[in-house]
């Protein structure tokens, strides 16, 4: 079983830039899919980005390519969201999650494992 703790939130002006991190314990995060999920006041969970298990791949929701960078770092057992050029539409609270299946997926239903969440606000 592993364990997840989020950080890196904060408050940021639009067009800024913020680094979340995942920190993953007890086992290493290469057993998982990991994905990044967010939720904004009076909205679902929804899909942010995922990476596989070997890092080979990765998956975005559109609103967020070529802005957002999934990644993961093996000897600090991290998982990172690098999110640029931030929009006032990213305000949210973000989670990290893990899941036990073998390929990305955006349902936030078929992932396992889930951290506190932490937030992150855009101001216009």
């Known amino acids: 079983q592993v364990q997840l703790v989020e950080s890196g939130g904060g408050l940021?002006?639009?067009?800024g830039s913020l680094r979340l991190s995942c920190a993953a314990s007890?086992?290493?995060f290469r057993n998982y899919v990991m994905g990044w999920f967010r939720q904004a006041p009076g909205k679902e969970r929804e899909f942010?980005?995922?990476i596989n298990r070997s890092g080979s791949d990765t998956n975005y929701r559109d609103s967020v390519?070529?802005?957002f960078t999934i990644s993961g770092d093996n000897a600090k057992n991290t998982v990172y969201l690098q999110m640029n050029n931030l929009k006032p539409?990213?305000?949210?609270v973000y989670y990290c999650a893990a899941s036990t299946r073998r390929t990305i997926m955006a349902a936030?239903?078929?992932y396992d494992y889930w951290g506190q969440g932490t937030q992150v606000t855009v101001s216009s």
């Open 12 to 15: 940021v002006q639009a067009g």
């Open 26 to 28: 007890g086992r290493s």
């Open 48 to 50: 942010v980005a995922a």
């Open 65 to 67: 390519k070529g802005r």
């Open 89 to 92: 539409e990213d305000t949210a």
């Open 108 to 110: 936030p239903a078929l």
